[in-house]
């Protein structure tokens, strides 16, 4: 009687050699980039800051590194099935683009809402994109059937040894590039590049390196608090964050226990830290990156004393639709106290509108737009509300601006 082959246990934590193997696949694959001093976070900070420009990696963010991996370690038979994986965008990008790379089909499955230029580069790269549901969670339930139906080879996002053996590899570089580092920050969704960089993190504390590692998540999307408290993934109910690459509602399995032994801290940023990042990091470091990948940014500016320096801030990702974009730098803008709405109800006779404009103009606000409403069903008859969107020059002027407005007379409402 033959004995079947047992299938071998996979390991829950890549070790040194499965890291070291990764990044030796990874050395024509991927670019080592840049590591950048930001003089506008470090004047913050009171000590050096600097920016892993993970958003100008291949196909846009650091993804690639994990998918490659993965594939590549798949047999010739099992290439021959195919994959499948779901995204948002940047996993499905990488996919893509390795699948591509590694001469075997994909299939990603994307949230309705997706954006437009993640799924046109998806298609770009060869792949094959179905919509499915409105998070990475639905499709990921519809990836894992056509894998169990088909026979493709499901690419997990974050949750297999491979995915965070080769982000480890963006872990390893930025503790080259940046030898003195005492805080790193990475963004932080299902956690398989936080669980990449811990893993170099740990190896380096034992080499005798001071290194504190920090998860940064967008806190409507905030799943590793509640998960870490419970000491195992615990699903959110709901989730809503302009932060697509990092909304996923479950810690996976194989990075949470790496996060939990190995990560000092996990922090929170607002919608609105993560706006006003976007701008900084636009103005002052001339790099355009995606909501998620701003994260570590954010909290770096919600807290800047709060993180000893040398400080290494992870920007893992610029994969962000322009329209999406330009609302969201609007958004920072309102933060930063350099845009106002506001709403003012005058009366209906002539020279009225002037006035107003006029006392506008002496508090040196710029006037973008005005609209002139004739039919709000809570005006008085004699009555008109003229909305103004106005750029100012930070938080005091606009304070001040709303004041002047007040102080004649005007009820003001801001938007």
């Not at 636009?282 to 355009?288: D, I, Q, T, Y």
Request: overall charge neutral.
């Amino acid at each position: 009687m033959t004995t079947p082959a047992t299938t071998p246990t996979v390991p829950a934590v890549p070790d040194a050699a499965d890291r070291a193997a990764a990044r030796a696949r990874l050395t024509d694959v991927v670019r080592r980039t840049p590591v950048v001093r930001n003089r506008a976070l470090s004047d913050l900070v009171g000590g050096d800051v600097w920016l892993k420009c993970e958003n100008l990696q291949r196909a846009g963010s650091f993804k690639i590194r994990g998918a490659y991996t993965r594939i590549s370690r798949l047999s010739e038979a099992e290439r021959a099935r195919g994959v499948v994986a779901a995204s948002a965008g940047n996993h499905a990008q990488g996919v893509a683009l390795a699948a591509s790379l590694l001469g075997t089909r994909a299939t990603v499955f994307m949230p309705v809402g997706a954006a437009l230029p993640k799924v046109a580069a998806t298609k770009a790269y060869g792949a094959t994109v179905e919509h499915v549901g409105r998070s990475v969670d639905e499709a990921l339930v519809a990836a894992r059937e056509m894998a169990e139906r088909t026979g493709a080879v499901l690419v997990h996002p974050f949750d297999h040894v491979d995915v965070v053996a080769g982000q480890a590899s963006l872990g390893a570089e930025v503790l080259e590039q940046v030898p003195d580092a005492r805080t790193v920050l990475v963004c932080t969704g299902g956690g398989g590049l936080l669980a990449g960089i811990a893993l170099e993190v740990a190896a380096a504390r034992d080499a005798g390196r001071a290194v504190r590692l920090v998860g940064v998540q967008a806190a409507s999307a905030a799943a590793y608090p509640a998960s870490l408290a419970a000491g195992h993934p615990v699903a959110l109910e709901r989730m809503s964050t302009m932060a697509d690459g990092i909304a996923v509602g479950r810690p996976g399995q194989v990075p949470f226990g790496i996060v939990r032994d190995h990560v000092d801290d996990i922090r929170t940023v607002t919608e609105e830290d993560l706006s006003r990042a976007l701008v900084l990091l636009l103005e002052r470091a001339k790099l355009v990156v995606e909501p998620a990948g701003a994260a570590a940014v954010a909290a770096v500016m919600a807290d800047p004393r709060a993180f000893e320096p040398p400080v290494v801030a992870v920007l893992s990702g610029g994969n962000v639709d322009p329209l999406v974009l330009h609302r969201v730098l609007r958004h920072g803008l309102v933060a930063a106290g350099r845009y106002l709405q506001l709403r003012v109800a005058i009366a209906d006779r002539p020279g009225e509108l002037g006035h107003l404009l006029e006392l506008v103009g002496s508090s040196d606000a710029n006037l973008v737009e005005v609209e002139h409403r004739r039919t709000e069903a809570r005006l008085h008859v004699d009555e008109v509300e003229v909305a103004l969107q106005l750029e100012t020059r930070g938080g005091e002027h606009r304070d001040a601006v709303i004041a002047c407005l007040r102080e004649a007379g005007y009820a003001v409402q801001v938007d």
